[in-house]
């Protein structure tokens, strides 16, 4: 039979391009060691160095040409020259000087075709208050350990046009921020991540994936975004009713809830208001639970002559 020339596959091309744009293990010590870089504690960094990690990360992260990806601690590039032959843009917060100067040259170096499709801002994630135009429509971030539950928080009352999240963070965390009420490490971060998105757990990730390797694993976890619960109160005033509950986790929330209503006379009354149970405790609740505490005593009290 006579030589027929394939047809030319856009995945298989794009599978190419972003094995060819990824950074191994060597070329990430070789840049820090360029750049007299070493990772510390204080940024809480710790470079991603293995290529299937990255791949699965912008996998799971199921991000599209329509997306603008912002992506927080990018740190040497290894996630961001994963995520940039994927997406429309990445938009990096980067708070290592050193770190927001390099990146886009080595983009430039390992993928020019993409540079143009970086944005750099030199801040810390949580002073955000503004990101330049187009704004984003996912978080996808190795977070530092130290500052993940707030950095997720904060970008996510911060920049609204966030639809879903996927990070990589300690996995004692992510099992956190993805526990179910009732479970045993289900407190203030679960509650507050669910006031603004449904948040299940990834999948686990080895320690042996970054350098310098951690003395924990990893775990992803993903956030859609969705409406919060419908009722009069803030945000602001059901986080004070869920931060007032996990206080003191032993105790039950007619005692947990005595300080924030002024007694537990006044915490009993908000809560049989609200329909729940003055002898349970903070972690049987959900953030539904909590939003109706908070209407309910916004409501006795607006009422109270």
């Given amino acids: 039979m006579p030589d027929v020339e394939r047809e030319r596959d856009p995945a298989a091309e794009r599978t190419e391009t972003h094995e060819t744009a990824l950074l191994g293990p060597a070329q990430i010590r070789a840049l820090a060691?360029?750049?007299?870089?070493?990772?510390?504690k204080q940024w809480g960094q710790n470079f991603v160095i293995d290529k299937g990690t990255v791949r699965r990360i912008v996998r799971t992260a199921d991000v599209g040409t329509g997306d603008v990806v912002l992506e927080v601690g990018p740190g040497l590039g290894s996630l961001t020259l994963g995520l940039l032959p994927q997406v429309r843009r990445v938009t990096a917060v980067e708070i290592d000087p050193a770190l927001a100067t390099q990146l886009p040259r080595t983009v430039t170096e390992h993928?020019?075709?993409?540079?143009?499709?970086?944005?750099?801002?030199h801040t810390d994630a949580l002073r955000v208050t503004a990101l330049p135009d187009p704004q984003p429509t996912a978080?996808?971030?190795?977070?530092?350990?130290?500052?993940?539950?707030?950095?997720?928080?904060?970008?996510?009352?911060?920049?609204?046009?966030l639809r879903s999240v996927l990070v990589m963070v300690?996995?004692?965390?992510?099992?956190r921020l993805a526990a179910a009420p009732g479970s045993r490490v289900y407190g203030v971060p679960s509650v507050k991540a669910a006031w603004y998105a449904d948040v299940t757990g990834a999948g686990r990730i080895g320690r042996n994936v970054f350098w310098p390797a951690p003395n924990v694993d990893s775990g992803l976890v993903r956030m859609v975004r969705r409406d919060p619960p419908e009722v009069s109160a803030s945000r602001e005033q059901v986080f004070a009713v869920v931060d007032a509950a996990f206080a003191q986790r032993r105790k039950t929330l007619r005692a947990a809830l005595a300080g924030?209503?002024?007694?537990?006379?006044?915490?009993?009354?908000?809560?049989?208001?609200?329909?729940?149970?003055p002898r349970a405790r903070g972690e049987v609740l959900t953030v539904g639970d909590f939003a109706r505490i908070a209407e309910a005593a916004g409501q006795r009290q607006s009422s109270t002559p």
Avoid at 33 to 40: F, K, N, Y
Avoid at 111 to 121: M, T
Avoid at 170 to 175: F, P, Y
Avoid at 260 to 277: I, P
């Fill in 139 to 161: 978080l996808v971030a190795n977070l530092p350990y130290n500052v993940a539950v707030p950095v997720v928080l904060h970008l996510l009352a911060t920049v609204p046009t």
């Fill in 111 to 121: 993928a020019p075709e993409l540079a143009a499709r970086l944005e750099v801002v």
């Fill in 170 to 175: 300690q996995l004692e965390v992510a099992e």
């Fill in 33 to 40: 060691d360029r750049l007299g870089i070493r990772p510390t």
């Fill in 260 to 277: 924030w209503a002024g007694s537990a006379a006044l915490a009993e009354a908000h809560l049989r208001a609200a329909g729940v149970d």
